[in-house]
Nanobody, 116 residues
């Protein structure tokens, strides 16, 4: 069973920064992504990275503020979040895709709260 463990969430003031980490228990990785879900809203895509080539994709709402990086040796992805806004408040989930498309496994989530 593939496991994903997220960490790094917390409470931060608007304009501040946080770095989320996601550690995967497998090396069979095609892509890792981050999604978030705010109270009363549907889960939405935040960012993703292709494991082999390293190409990244970001939601328009976080472009220029969030940055993905990865450590292949540690099966770890980092989401550096800067210039945080109250609307970034959500539970952030890490997801892993091992096949040609999509995401097959999900972490438990980590809470990010941005105060105004």
């Amino acid at each position: 069973q593939v496991q994903l463990v997220e960490s790094g969430g917390g409470l931060v003031q608007a304009g501040g920064s946080l770095r989320l980490s996601c550690v995967a228990s497998t090396r069979t990785i095609s892509r890792i992504g981050w999604f978030r879900q705010a109270p009363g809203k549907e889960r939405e895509f935040v960012a993703a990275v292709s494991w082999s080539g390293g190409s990244t994709a970001y939601a328009d709402s976080v472009k220029g503020r969030f940055t993905l990086s990865r450590d292949n040796a540690k099966n770890t992805v980092y989401l550096q979040m800067s210039s945080l806004k109250p609307e970034d408040t959500a539970v952030y989930y890490c997801a892993l895709g091992g096949g040609t498309k999509g995401f097959d496994y999900w972490g438990q989530g980590t809470q990010v709260t941005v105060s105004s």
